[in-house]
Structure formats: structure tokens, C-alpha cells
């Protein structure tokens, strides 16, 4: 079975920009998290996805959406992007039957905001 | 306000010795945990996890204790290999919800 995949692997965007990363689940895998991981510290949650509605959300300001498709697929938009955006995005997903266990976390999506 | 907490950003063991991770928490209302390890380009792998109701899981070489009236979790590893060189992170979840609460990690090191 494969695992999460992210893309772009890497990527530099100016200030003030959008960007879109991208996240494919695992299959058979049907909520989708982000996370944001800054250096030196722990990811922080974003918000989670569930059957194509979030379903929850950490401290994140609106201008950080997201969307799953049908497919589980999901996509994380930052607006307005500032230094600080500047971090590791990490997808995870999490199968029906063990919702709360067994995330499996993608390789993350190194974004630097300049 | 960090509710998880590793307050050891990094430790150094000796191959086949025991390694110990801390990790401590405020919030009552967690009533699950688990351990995360990252290798560097690579995602958090899972571990091990355990529920509040237990005080003590075990898979393999790898331990948890889970110390509720002190708020505590740790993770033992017996005997240390130099492949568990990586950055460990303890997760909490609250109850009802799936939100992960990680800690700010602790940077194992397995001596040859």
C-alpha cells in the first residue's frame, strides 16, 4: 500500500503570496490532517478533514484553508504569506477504524517565505 | 502555552543501554497518548501509544509508562541501537477530539 504523499517537496515563496500544498492519503485512509512544524518545535494542528468537511481547527488564522476531495486528496492554501509561514507542513492520515491511532504523516513540504 | 512538554532537547546513549525520554503534560482532559520518531527529511513515524486507563505498554524494545497523577509519560528503549538515532516526539489527544498535541521533541543519539 503506499504511504502519504506530499508535493512539493520544497518551495520558495515572497511575502505576501498564496501557495497551495498538496496531499494524497494513504489508501484507504479517509481524514486528512495538517500540521505545521516550525524549527525546533513539535507540529502544531492546523485542522483536520473528514469525509470533504473540516471537522476541526487549531489557532490558525482564516487565511490558512484547505479542501479534501472524493478522492481523500487534500489541499492546504496559505493567503498573504508572511515570514513566519516560513516551516515544515506535514499531511497525515488516519484510517476509518482508528481514527485517533495510526496517523501515518507524509515526508512534509518544506515552504520558505522571503 | 505549551501543554506537552520534552524538556530534554537531546540525549546521548550508549549502544545496548537503556534510553529513557521524558515527557510531561498539563491538561487532565488528555486520555491518549503516543510516541512519534522522525528521521531527518522523512514524516513522524508512530511508535507506541497508550491510553489513560492503562499505565504501562509494551511492543518490542520499546516501553511506555504512563504516570497520570504526575502528569508523566516516558518511553523506554531496551537495549539502544544506533538505527533509533532520531528526533523523539510525545503526542497527547484530547478527549473527543483528534487533535494531536505534540511536545517540542527530544534529539536521541545511540553511541556505537
Known amino acids: 500500500e503506499t504511504g502519504v504523499t506530499q508535493s512539493p517537496t520544497h518551495l520558495i515563496k515572497t511575502r505576501g503570496q498564496q501557495v497551495t500544498l498538496r496531499c494524497s492519503s494513504q489508501?484507504?485512509?479517509?481524514?486528512v490532517s495538517w500540521y505545521q512544524q516550525a524549527l525546533g518545535q513539535g507540529p502544531q494542528f492546523i485542522f483536520q478533514?473528514?469525509?470533504?468537511?473540516?471537522?476541526g481547527r487549531g489557532n490558525f488564522p482564516p487565511r490558512f484553508s484547505g479542501l479534501q476531495f472524493p478522492n481523500y486528496s487534500s489541499e492546504l492554501n496559505v493567503n498573504a504569506l508572511e515570514l513566519d509561514d516560513s516551516a515544515l507542513y506535514l499531511c497525515?492520515?488516519?484510517?476509518?477504524?482508528?481514527?485517533?491511532?495510526?496517523?501515518?504523516f507524509g515526508s512534509g513540504t518544506r515552504l520558505t517565505v522571503v | 502555552d505549551q501543554q506537552v512538554k520534552q524538556n530534554s532537547p537531546s540525549l546521548s546513549v550508549q549502544e545496548g543501554r537503556i534510553s529513557i525520554l521524558n515527557c510531561d503534560y498539563t491538561?487532565?482532559?488528555?486520555?491518549?497518548f503516543l510516541w512519534y520518531k522522525k528521521y531527518p527529511a522523512e514524516g513522524p513515524t508512530f511508535l507506541i501509544s497508550?491510553?489513560?486507563?492503562?499505565d504501562k505498554n509494551e511492543d518490542g524494545r520499546f516501553t511506555v509508562f504512563l504516570n497520570k497523577s504526575a502528569k508523566h509519560l516516558s518511553l523506554h528503549i531496551v537495549p539502544s541501537q544506533p538505527g533509533d538515532s532520531a528526533v523523539y516526539f510525545c503526542?497527547?489527544?484530547?478527549?473527543?477530539?483528534?487533535?494531536?498535541?505534540f511536545g517540542t521533541g527530544t534529539r536521541l543519539k545511540v553511541l556505537a
Open positions: 497525515a492520515s488516519s484510517p476509518p477504524d482508528r481514527p485517533r491511532d495510526g496517523y501515518t
Open positions: 489508501s484507504g485512509h479517509n481524514t
Open positions: 478533514y473528514y469525509r470533504e468537511e473540516e471537522n
Open positions: 491538561n487532565s482532559m488528555f486520555d491518549y
Open positions: 497508550i491510553s489513560s486507563i492503562k
Open positions: 503526542a497527547a489527544i484530547d478527549s473527543g477530539t483528534y487533535k494531536y498535541i
